[in-house]
Each structure stands twice: as structure tokens, then as C-alpha cells.
């Protein structure tokens, strides 16, 4: 086993998902959890209470609320403009898309991570399901990864686990782990701010739902298939 890595953790299904998966892996993990002025708070509570229920350590809260004067998004001007269901046709960028967050957020954890003297940094970003945000794509993470490496003269590294699963599969990983229904009913993704299934009309709870109803209506396929990217 190894020993020790930080988990950019959410509170949603993925980054949920990502922690548990790495609490079977490492001695020690660290939890980061960032407050940067999204449109409702409630996920850091939630954040907060499944990390005690996980049993983490350590979980460390970072207020990086400035990004309000310094972006646009929908997610923290509570523009409720695109909250409304996007196809997967639709390659555009969505409004809810923080401009520089996912830099921010592996920048910082970096930093933790060096001071921690860990070398690993997880997050539970995913390009094979349709999201339409340019830094959850792979090439974003090695090419950051690269740069802060060679920046900090440190050998650390970016784990993505979930980057190549659909949401069905990621929803079958889940099961695998035996914690399908804890993440089900624990863990929030709703962009309204509501646990669980959500208000299962915005973008995030219907991609969300849509994956789990496909897992659970194809189960075999859709465990195969995970199973295929895992070997």
C-alpha cells in the first residue's frame, strides 16, 4: 500500500467516488475541499460530514472565494440561465464553466502536497462523458501536471481515475466498491443545491441520473466494459 495522497474532494458523486477508492490504497489520505464562492454552500457541509463518515483524518477547507471578481460562471453569479438540460451534440462551453478552476485547484493542491511531502494529487475529472469543460480533458491534466512539476522542481502526480469511464460506469465502480447506494444517496452534484437524485432537471442531475439509470438498466454490459478499461 502506498502511503500517503491529497483527494480534491467535492462532496460529489465522482470525487466521492475517487476518495474511497483511495482510502483502500493509501495509509494516509489528505481531503481538500475548496469554497470558491459556488452558488451554494450546502456542498461543503456535505463534503464535511461524509469525510467524518469515511472515517478521513485530515480535511482541509480553502476559501478561494476571490475567483467571484475575477470570473464569470452561472455557478457562482446564480445566473440561472444554463441550468437547463444540454445534449450531448452540444460541444459549446456551458455557463457554468469556471474559467481557471481546475488550474487553481490542482496549483493549490500541489502546494499542499509539497508541503506534505506527498506526490500524489487526485482529482475525479472525466473526459469521456459530455461536459463540455476544457479542464477536465486529459490533456489539460498531463499538461499541468508537466508544468507544475518542472515549476516546483518536485515529482508529483495527478491521478485520474474516473478520466476514461461514462458516468454508467463510473456509477458501476461505485457498486463494485459496495457503496453504490451510500453515493446514491449521500453525495451532491445537483448545481440547486439538492442531495441525491437533485432537482433532476439541470444539467448535472440529468447527466447523473441518466448514467445511473443506464447502469442499473444494463448492468452486465456496462460492468464489462469497465472491467475492459480497467485491465
Known amino acids: 500500500m502506498k502511503k500517503t495522497a491529497v483527494v480534491v474532494f467535492s462532496g460529489g458523486q465522482d470525487s466521492t467516488i475517487c476518495l474511497i477508492q483511495a482510502l483502500r490504497q493509501y495509509?494516509?489520505?489528505?481531503?481538500?475541499?475548496?469554497?470558491?464562492?459556488?452558488?451554494?454552500?450546502?456542498?461543503?457541509?456535505?463534503?464535511?460530514n461524509l469525510a467524518l463518515k469515511l472515517g478521513v483524518q485530515s480535511h482541509k477547507f480553502m476559501d478561494i472565494s476571490f475567483l467571484y471578481e475575477l470570473t464569470s460562471s452561472s455557478l457562482i453569479t446564480n445566473n440561472l440561465s444554463d441550468?437547463?438540460?444540454?445534449?450531448?451534440?452540444?460541444?459549446?462551453?456551458p455557463s457554468t464553466f469556471v474559467p481557471g478552476r481546475n488550474i487553481l485547484f490542482l496549483t493549490l493542491a500541489s502546494m499542499y502536497a509539497y508541503q506534505l511531502k506527498s506526490s500524489v494529487v487526485i482529482i475525479g475529472v472525466c473526459e469521456t462523458d459530455f461536459s463540455g469543460y476544457p479542464d477536465c480533458r486529459n490533456a489539460f491534466i498531463?499538461?499541468?501536471?508537466?508544468?507544475?512539476?518542472?515549476?516546483?522542481?518536485?515529482?508529483?502526480?495527478?491521478?485520474?481515475?474516473?478520466?476514461?469511464f461514462t458516468k454508467a460506469e463510473i456509477w458501476a465502480l461505485a457498486d463494485f466498491l459496495g457503496v453504490l447506494y451510500f453515493v446514491i444517496h449521500e453525495t451532491i452534484t445537483c448545481y440547486n443545491g439538492i442531495k441525491s437524485y437533485g432537482c433532476r432537471k439541470c444539467s448535472a442531475c440529468v447527466l447523473r441520473n441518466n448514467g445511473l439509470r443506464d447502469y442499473l438498466n444494463n448492468k452486465s454490459s456496462v460492468r464489462q466494459s469497465l472491467q475492459d478499461k480497467t485491465n
Open 83 to 93: 441550468l437547463e438540460v444540454r445534449t450531448h451534440q452540444d460541444r459549446s462551453i
Open 27 to 48: 495509509k494516509f489520505i489528505y481531503c481538500l475541499t475548496f469554497y470558491y464562492g459556488q452558488r451554494h454552500k450546502k456542498e461543503i457541509d456535505i463534503a464535511r
Open 142 to 164: 498531463l499538461a499541468m501536471n508537466r508544468s507544475i512539476s518542472l515549476g516546483m522542481h518536485f515529482d508529483i502526480v495527478f491521478k485520474t481515475p474516473l478520466m476514461r
